[in-house]
Nanobody, 116 residues
Framework: QVQLVESGGGLVQPGGSLRLSCAASGFTFSSYTMRWYRRAPGKERELVAVIRSTGGITNYVDSVKGRFTISRDNAKNTVSLQMNSLKPEDTAVYYC?????????WGQGTQVTVSS
């Protein structure tokens, strides 16, 4: 079965960096687009970054452009999100996502808190 396991969250000061990772299994990872979402307290879930199957095409929500970088390693079945220049408004639970046919699959999420 499809499994997504996120790691790398934590508490960081404004301006700091974190690297999130998502380990995927149960499907042909290299064939699918991968996404990172986040849900901040009291807000709707937000799509943060997308990376196509070959890794050559990426997209970001405007609020993170120039600060976040999504990448993938198809040999290791992992997708990562490098987050730099973090701001308090980046505080959220971050989720890894894959859409296979008509189904959405999610990890358990990893908490990112940006605070001084």
């Amino acid at each position: 079965q499809v499994q997504l396991v996120e790691s790398g969250g934590g508490l960081v000061q404004p301006g700091g960096s974190l690297r999130l990772s998502c380990a995927a299994s149960g499907f042909t990872f290299s064939s699918y687009t991968m996404r990172w979402y986040r849900r901040a307290p009291g807000k709707e879930r937000e799509l943060v970054a997308v990376i196509r199957s070959t890794g050559g095409i990426t997209n970001y929500v405007d609020s993170v452009k120039g600060r976040f970088t999504i990448s993938r390693d198809n040999a290791k079945n992992t997708v990562s999100l490098q987050m730099n220049s973090l701001k308090p408004e980046d505080t959220a639970v971050y989720y890894c996502n894959v859409k296979i046919q008509w189904s959405d699959y999610w990890g358990q999420g990893t908490q990112v808190t940006v605070s001084s």
